[in-house]
């Protein structure tokens, strides 16, 4: 399990659960519940270049990030300092 703390949403954190390259697991900690819910639903079983692609910039109302943009840079930061160290 992963933990990120995000910056800029309402969610205070990510939970992940990652094996190998895919992502098993995800769980938000605050946020809005029914467009999490469909993120996690999107997302579970999906490579996670793939869902960086997909993901990454997406912005929330003024800000420049959103829950998808966080969930994508924590991906980044697992794939470039977690995963690729093992």
Same mark, same amino acid.
């Given at each position: 399990?992963?933990?990120?703390?995000?910056?800029?949403?309402?969610?205070?954190?990510?939970? *992940? =659960?990652?094996?190998?390259?895919?992502?098993?697991?995800?769980?938000? /900690?605050?946020?809005?519940?029914? %467009? *999490?819910?469909?993120?996690?639903?999107?997302?579970?079983?999906?490579?996670?270049?793939?869902?960086?692609?997909? *993901?990454?910039?997406?912005?929330?109302?003024?800000? =420049?990030? %959103?829950?998808?943009?966080?969930?994508?840079?924590?991906?980044?930061?697992?794939? /470039?300092?977690?995963? =690729?160290?093992?």
């Amino acid at each position: 399990m992963y933990r990120y703390y995000t910056h800029g949403v309402c969610a205070k954190s990510i939970l *992940l =659960n990652i094996e190998d390259d895919i992502l098993l697991d995800v769980v938000f /900690d605050g946020g809005c519940d029914g %467009s *999490l819910i469909a993120l996690k639903h999107f997302v579970e079983g999906r490579h996670i270049d793939e869902i960086i692609d997909e *993901l990454e910039y997406i912005p929330c109302r003024n800000r =420049n990030t %959103s829950c998808p943009d966080q969930l994508a840079k924590a991906l980044k930061i697992y794939r /470039d300092y977690v995963f =690729n160290k093992e």
